[in-house]
């Protein structure tokens, strides 16, 4: 299954809360998890990006946690600020390092951090 | 990072007429790009794989004579879309992948098409 399914669809946290959003996917042979930022009109932006040889991986408020057995992975975006206000996409790929880069996008979440 | 534009930014046609979308990566080569569509409020689409001096691979379902791709140099892959109708009208954006790890992909900033 190529698929990765993303939730919630939308997302509203208060400022300096924070935000968590769920992704999961089925095919076994996926070793990259993105995730990406867009704001309308813009194209996406890469924001943090795991492996499946480590269960988390943070890079300053972004934290990507990440559950091999589950096939799971989520990102936590703590102290959430209004210019955190995007779509959220979760992707996956295979092959890293090598020639196929395909990525395979989650539905997107739509984030709203309220001042 | 890397650097991804295309041209135009947005561009607004009439039915029947086609319309060509250009991506370049601007300070790396790219042996391959990737075309996506994105309709609103929806996630990204990948349409086809464009790759430098060969044709392109496309996706089940994308309608290759319709969505022309060519990737001419390291540096330019364009999408024309041919005899174009309302229901083209959406978000075209490339990606390339590139940088110190190969499966980062860089975006470009995405084409608005509108079919009159």
């Known amino acids: 299954q190529q698929q990765v399914k993303q939730s919630p669809q939308s997302l509203i946290v208060q400022k300096g809360g924070i935000s968590i959003i769920n992704c999961a996917y089925e095919?076994?042979?996926?070793?990259?998890f993105p995730w990406y930022q867009q704001f309308p009109g813009k194209g996406p932006a890469l924001l943090i990006a795991i492996r499946p040889d480590v269960s988390e991986k943070k890079e300053g408020r972004f934290t990507i946690s990440f559950n091999k057995s589950a096939k799971q992975f989520s990102l936590h975006i703590m102290d959430s600020q209004p210019g955190d206000s995007a779509t959220y996409f979760c992707a996956a790929s295979m092959g890293y390092g090598g020639a196929t880069n395909k990525l395979i996008f989650g539905t997107g979440t739509l984030l709203a951090v309220q001042p | 990072g890397a650097v991804v534009s295309q041209h135009p930014s947005r561009v607004i046609c009439k039915s029947g007429t086609s319309v060509k979308i250009e991506c370049r990566s601007l300070d790396f080569q790219a042996t391959t790009m990737f075309w996506y569509r994105q309709f609103p409020k929806q996630s990204l689409m990948l349409m086809a794989t464009s790759n430098e001096g060969s044709k392109a691979t496309y996706e089940q379902g994308v309608e290759k004579d319709k969505f022309l791709i060519n990737h001419a140099s390291l540096t330019l892959s364009t999408l024309t879309v041919t005899s174009a109708h309302p229901e083209d009208s959406s978000f075209y954006i490339c990606s390339a992948p590139g940088g110190a790890r190969y499966n980062e992909q860089f975006f470009g900033p995405g084409t608005r098409l509108t079919v009159l």
């Open positions: 095919n076994t042979a996926f070793d990259y």
